[in-house]
């Protein structure tokens, strides 16, 4: 048997011909797959491609551009204004770029545009010979076309038309990435895609769907409030054990309070007019594919201070809070509500967004699927930016709020001076995580929610409804059911929750000043893996231990919120196994997430640090 030959060899940087021109790139060889006799190689913006010999050169006999080839985005500024000489830098995070392009109203955003694109990929030209010898006479003209086209783009006059050579290439994605679908378009792709998007704002864009796709969002929209009611009615009843199952349906006036409604949305408008005080620091939000950065108000710690006093004033005035507990479900069908309104008024302003401004992930073209995933990645009216404050105010004071109220409930129903030690144990273990939430406010602004998913139903319903009305069921469960601790068992469960607290904490703490500022020199004894896209992977300290430190102390915090309820249901255990199923999907839709964004990168980091969340175990 014959051993195929390998003209280039693992690792060695050579020349790859971009898909569909006749530009070349610096790619680094992967791999050869001897059966199809193409090579896997990988551009420096970490997208990678299978091509074939022919379409990959040795690195003599190119000319680098004459300019300057800074590394630096501020000092790379592009010369020409010419769209077709930005569709050559087009780039895998083009969803977004792209509708840049075909909006040349706005020549600031196009120069954003060029600067950013210019960064990630750095096209090398052939030399004059070299393209005369290779260029073929359909390529000389498929160029020309393509140049001509992208001047048409830049007056928002984009027709589409059919993919041309696309049998010449291999673009299928690596084998474990589950998606037939390429990393990243070709230019003659996002030619496509940009008169798709210019015809139809809905256009479906190449990103797998989570949460079941198409289907999965159905689910999902009728399971949650399901589930929310299902939990509310199981935790009303006298012994909510699992033996009582199903729970009583309420009558359909039970949902129902005008009061309730009235009282969520003053609420609302009450954190509403804290976060828009001039309080506390602006911060910035991650560079967006635009480049630009949005400003936050990280006013969050203030607003829980003054939402106390308001809280204690109103007490102290006679006003009975227990309210909050006999009018639970009520409460939750006026926020369920006021979500449902928000994702609609959501989904229909995506309608009208600005292509760059939509979250890839929500863009799938269906309207069920992107009204539940989130259409709009960072909807703002004016500078009120909606995702951050339901993510971070109403809810989750809310749901301090309401744990209060238990409380105060806890002491009315048994005739006590003081709630009982449970309750104050997880009144206090969950106000510790909301406050260190809030005083850290500025840490979200690196999480999955903010940098990847957009604001729809999910987030809406979430930040509403399933935090404050599902995360409060072990106060709630707590009213009918105190339980005593014994001193060992108290101190065991109080440093159970420090020791999660200390990891969870210092593990998001470090991502945060590393994404902030990579050259920090507290973090400078840290190692790091270098990718493509020009940021790095922590591979030491906490993120060095698993690959989600995070998680796992979220998780110990979890454990520590249970115990004190007991073993005698499951119920005020719901939020424990719920936690779970919750961050071990969250941790494979960000593995998946990472993968794609950084490729082989990641692929290294996973071999480094070969467990998830729990050292040895997972
Ligand atoms: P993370 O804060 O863990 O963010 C994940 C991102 O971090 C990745 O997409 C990647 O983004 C970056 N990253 C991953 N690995 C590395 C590395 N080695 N070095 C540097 N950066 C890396 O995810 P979440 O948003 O899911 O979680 C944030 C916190 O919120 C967690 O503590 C979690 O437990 C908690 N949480 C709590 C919930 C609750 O209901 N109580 C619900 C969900 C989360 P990039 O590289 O692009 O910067």
New binding site residues.
Partial sequence: MRMPIVKFQRGEMVMGRWPGSSLYYEVQVLGFDAKSQLYNVIYKDGTELELKEQDIKSAAGFQTRSRSRSRSPGRRRSRSRSPARIARRLTSHTAAAVAAITDSASSRRDTRLKDTLEVRLSPLQQTKADVNNSKNKHERKEENNMANKLNEMSDAKVEAEPEKNQARYNLRRRKDDGSAKPAVARPEQLEEEVAKMAAAPAATLSTPLDFGGKIGAYFWLLFLPSWVLFLVMQVNQEDPSLVNFPPPLPTLEAFWDAQALCFVILWILFQALLYILPVGKLSEGMPLSSGERLKYRTNGFFAIVVSAVAVAAAVHQGVDLTYIHSHFLQLATASFLISVLLSFYLYVRSRYTSLEQLAVGGNSGNLVYDFFKGHELNPRIKDFDLKFFCEMRPGLIGWCLINFAMALAEMKQHGLDFPSNCMILVNLFQLLYVVDGLWNEEAIL????F?HDGFGFMLAFGDLVW?PFTYTIQTYYLVKHPKPLSLPVLTAIVLLKFVGFYI?RKS?SE?NT??RNPSDPKLSYLKTIPTATG?S???SGW?GVV??P??L??LLMALAWSLPCGFSHLLPWYYMIYFII??VH?DSR?MS??RR?YGSAWDE?CRTVRYRIIPCVY
Avoid at 446 to 449: A, E, I, L, Q, S
């Fill in positions: 690196t999480t999955m929610d940098m935090v969870y998001n991502k590393f994404r940021k992977l922590l591979v993120w690959r989600h995070n998680y102390g979220d919750l961050l969250r960000d997430q990472c964004k980091y």
